[in-house]
Structure formats: structure tokens, C-alpha cells
């Protein structure tokens, strides 16, 4: 296999952190640990020299204009990164690995017209993790997108997904199921300790964390409600409000403090207290069922695989799972009433969830991390 590998992130940021951040951080840690040269090209906004500490052995390059969360209309995401695409040297791209972390409606346009400009015989194979659709006009968007696709262009792609139920719906919009890729979470140093903090008992009061940023689309509106609600109940919340979140949430969850139940830790976490605080919680995902019908949560990975509870809404793709494997609670009803009532009924049956998510959690760590994500990688491509 190549030795040199271009990891293209539009969303890595010198702010980022959670499961977008530490993906990208535990696959080049990886790829530098086997011998591999690794250029990363990541997002110039605020982009200051210093990122580069965060990646030891890794050349960064600051490459994209718009950060990949950055509202903007989909033709006007496709071009800036079509443009931005464009200037970066395409020698670096000869027999290399070429990476695309996460691709939406919005670059794939812009990263399909890219590729088309090399030729035929010096086209790099593009391995690239598609981002499921949230709605029917982003779903109609792919579906449109891979039709025009050259044919020529489609034998030098290989398609790969988070999920299983993403996989089975671009199976219904492109005619050709993706893999679906190991998770680059659960790095291997933390599988040891990671088994052995899932089996200590569980702190007291109980713990309830919210880690999902302050964006609409992860239920932030019902979290101020939530807490009130859950006053009675004597339990704890943990809340990490992200600067990058939207401003007016990023308000309503810094407020949460003056509640003496209420942790809030303002910025980002180091990793070890990252998944410390994912660890000893339940951990809360209220995230909109419509916009995450199919999409995927990295801290629903994360707390997978430190075996620490979950809850979920119903109509998301994780309650299915939730419901079979029994590492965690699933709220009907999308209101701060549903969610408070299933953290009371999580209240009582904490030990039996613990016990579940943990058993999950070493069947989870077994077969994802970094170490499967590179693996897996090779071999699609040397299968494609």
C-alpha cells in the first residue's frame, strides 16, 4: 500500500473537538505510528500555525474557505471547495492514499469536479466517508449528483458510511451500497482502561451529560427545561458548551451554571477528561429524530464505546439499535417532559444499564478504532 496518505477535512479547526477532531486526530496518530507520511488539509478559518502541535509527524495544510458546519447554500459550498480543491499541487495526490473525512451534497459536486480534472491514468482512488442526507432534498441531491457522475470517475471512488442504516439508504439513492467503515474512535491505548472504568461502580448521585455543542439541531432547546425539571430527582447534569456553537445556545447553556446541579465546562476538554466525563454519565442525545433519522452522532460512538448509557429520541437510527442492545432509553415524545421522564425511569434502572452498555461497550472496542479504520481502508481499496 502507499505510504503517504491526504486526509481532507473541511471541518478541522484549531476549536474542534468531539468525535470530529479526535476521528481525524486517532487516524493520522495511526497512520504516523505505522511509518506513514500524512498531510492533512484542514479549514483556514481561524486557523492559527499552532494546529499543527495537535498533529505530531503530520504536515497541515490550511486548505478550505469554508468550515464544513458553515451555513451557506449548497451551489456556494460546492464552488469555494471545487476552488479550494483546486489549488492545492496535484503531484501530492501520485500514488497516494486520498482521504475525504466527510462529504455532504455540499462538497460533492465541488470534490467530483476536482477529481475530473486529472487524468484518466493519474486520478488518485479517493476513499470518502459520505454524510447520509437529513432531507429529501439533500437525499434528491445525491441521488442526482451520482447519476451525472462520470462512470470513469466512479471506478476510483470508494464509498463508505458510519452506519448501517446510512449504508441500506444510499443502497436505495446510488444503486451501490458503501462500506461501512470501523470507527476511528476507541483508540487502542484507552480499550484496556476503558474495560476497566465500565466495571467500577457507577458514582452517586447520578451523572447526566450533555457533550453534543451547541447547535439547534442536538436539542439544545429543551436542555434549560430538562434541568429544571429533573430538580426533584437530586441527579447531576455535565454540560460542555463549544464555542463554535450557535451564540444565542451557546448562551441559554452557559446560564445553566447558576443551578448548583449543573457542571458547566465552557470550551473545549482535554481527551483524557473528555471521555472521563462520557465515562461516569448517562449520556443525554437529544438530537432532532429528522435530522438525525439516518445521520450519525460521534458521541453516540464514543459513549458506545466507553459503555456509558444513552439516551435517545425515538425516529432517530439509534433508538432501533438502543432498543435491541438495551444500552439505553428511548423518549417517545420529542418534549423536555419525554426526556426528563426517561432520565427518572433511567434513575431507577441505572444498574441494568450499566451492565448492558458495558458488555456492549468491549464487543464495541474490539472491532473499531483507528488500528480497524486503516485497516479497513486498505482494504477496500485494494478490493476496488
Known amino acids: 500500500m502507499a505510504k503517504a496518505w491526504n486526509i481532507l477535512d473541511s471541518g478541522l479547526i484549531i476549536a474542534s473537538t468531539g468525535h470530529h477532531y479526535w476521528e481525524t486526530k486517532a487516524l493520522a496518530n495511526e497512520l504516523v505510528a505505522r511509518g506513514n ?81 486529472f487524468e484518466n491514468s493519474a486520478r488518485p482512488k479517493a476513499v470518502v ?42 443502497r436505495q439513492l446510488l444503486g451501490v451500497r458503501p462500506y461501512v467503515l470501523p470507527s476511528p474512535l476507541g ?31 442536538r436539542g439544545v432547546k429543551h436542555i434549560p427545561d430538562v434541568v429544571k425539571l429533573c430538580t426533584p430527582l437530586g441527579i447531576r447534569f455535565f454540560i460542555q458548551v463549544k464555542e463554535e456553537g450557535e451564540p444565542d445556545l451557546v448562551r441559554s447553556l452557559s446560564k445553566l451554571s447558576e443551578h448548583t446541579n449543573v457542571n458547566v465546562q465552557l470550551g473545549m476538554l482535554e481527551r483524557d477528561a473528555y471521555y472521563d466525563a462520557i465515562a461516569r454519565s448517562v449520556i443525554l442525545i437529544p438530537c432532532d429524530p429528522i435530522h438525525y433519522r439516518r445521520k450519525m452522532s460521534g458521541v453516540y460512538l464514543e459513549a458506545k464505546c466507553l459503555g456509558a448509557p444513552v439516551i435517545v429520541p425515538a425516529g432517530c437510527w439509534m433508538a432501533n439499535e438502543v432498543t435491541s442492545l438495551g444500552n439505553g432509553l428511548v423518549f417517545e415524545e420529542y418534549t423536555a417532559t419525554a426526556i426528563a421522564a426517561c432520565i427518572a425511569r433511567a434513575q431507577r434502572e441505572i444498574g441494568k444499564l450499566r451492565e448492558r452498555a458495558a458488555a456492549h461497550a468491549r464487543e464495541f472496542s474490539a472491532i473499531n478504532g483507528p488500528d480497524r479504520c486503516v485497516d479497513a481502508i486498505e482494504s477496500y481499496l485494494q478490493a476496488n
Open 129 to 170: 466517508v459520505l454524510q447520509a442526507p437529513d432531507s429529501n432534498a439533500s437525499a434528491k441531491a445525491f441521488e442526482r449528483l451520482w447519476v451525472n457522475c462520470p462512470p470513469q470517475l466512479k471506478n476510483d471512488l470508494v464509498l463508505t458510511v458510519r452506519s448501517s442504516p446510512a449504508a441500506d439508504q444510499f
Open 187 to 217: 483508540v487502542p491505548e484507552w480499550r484496556t482502561k476503558t474495560i476497566a472504568k465500565i466495571g467500577t461502580p457507577p458514582v452517586e448521585p447520578m451523572v447526566v451529560s450533555f457533550i453534543g455543542g451547541a447547535r439547534s439541531e
Open 37 to 117: 507520511d500524512v498531510r492533512i488539509f484542514s479549514c483556514r478559518t481561524r486557523f492559527p500555525a499552532k494546529l499543527s502541535e495537535r498533529f505530531p509527524g503530520a504536515l497541515i495544510y490550511p486548505t478550505f474557505s469554508l468550515n464544513y458546519y458553515t451555513k451557506s447554500n449548497d451551489a456556494i459550498h460546492n464552488q469555494f471547495f471545487y476552488n479550494d480543491l483546486l489549488k492545492i499541487e496535484q503531484s501530492l495526490f501520485a500514488g497516494s492514499v486520498t482521504y475525504f473525512t466527510t462529504i455532504s451534497q455540499r462538497q460533492l459536486l465541488g470534490m467530483i469536479r476536482w477529481l475530473m480534472q
